[in-house]
């Protein structure tokens, strides 16, 4: 399934339903996977997955991808993956699998930041995964029979973001002054990470690759 033509797909929306009979037919598991963080996330991501749900025999398997903590903290984003959840666990064939935050998604946001002399940086833990394994457990799931939930996923070491963010400075040869500060809720917490943490590339690992 694509929003862009092509040998092989079907053209479908989630936010419109356009397409979604026609991308589901035959098909013996969906990987669902698609988002929409930045804009349109209640149609996409909650409204668009229960189109899909709708659309979806009972017998097929639908695997869905999330992030651990979802149901922990009240950002509107996770809400919205949390609120996805619950419509994948009313096909009677499912499977979830949360992971924590992947290396590349860590490395756009630093990209973002304004470029200042000096940078204020909560003090979150974090716990950076590589996207390989992610993908490698993700495709074992849909090979497999549902399993409703499966155990979280996290990386190999969990780090506060301000450490993470001068890591990738110093990877970048760029002199900045990074200054951690209190933050509170379940996020400081370390609701974000989880007790189950996979061997794999860490974030130093990923830098020196990136």
């Not at 990209?111 to 394994?133: D, H, T």
């Not at 200054?179 to 974030?203: E, M, R, V």
Request: aromatic share 8%.
């Amino acid at each position: 399934m694509s929003r862009r033509a092509g040998e092989g797909r079907v053209v479908a929306d989630l936010q419109t339903g356009e397409g979604l009979a026609e991308a589901v037919a035959g098909v013996d598991a969906v990987a669902h996977l698609a988002s929409s963080p930045s804009a349109h996330t209640e149609q996409t991501d909650v409204h668009g997955t229960r189109r899909l749900v709708e659309h979806l025999p009972n017998d097929v398997h639908l695997i869905y991808i999330s992030i651990v903590g979802v149901d922990k903290t009240w950002a509107p984003y996770y809400q919205a993956k949390l609120a996805a959840e619950f419509e994948v666990e009313k096909h009677p064939r499912h499977t979830i699998l949360r992971t924590t935050q992947w290396h590349p998604l860590l490395d756009y946001f630093f990209a973002k930041l304004p470029g200042l002399p000096l940078l204020f940086i909560p003090r979150i833990p974090v716990q950076p995964m590589s996207v390989p394994i992610v993908a490698q457990h993700f495709a074992d799931a849909v090979v497999d029979e549902p399993r409703g939930r499966l155990r979280d996923l996290g990386g190999p070491e969990v780090v506060l973001a301000p450490e993470l963010l001068r890591r990738w400075f110093a990877k970048r040869g760029l002199t900045r002054w990074v200054i951690g500060f209190p933050f509170l809720g379940a996020i400081a917490g370390g609701c974000l990470t989880t007790h189950n943490n996979l061997p794999g590339p860490t974030w130093d690992d990923w830098l020196e690759d990136h």
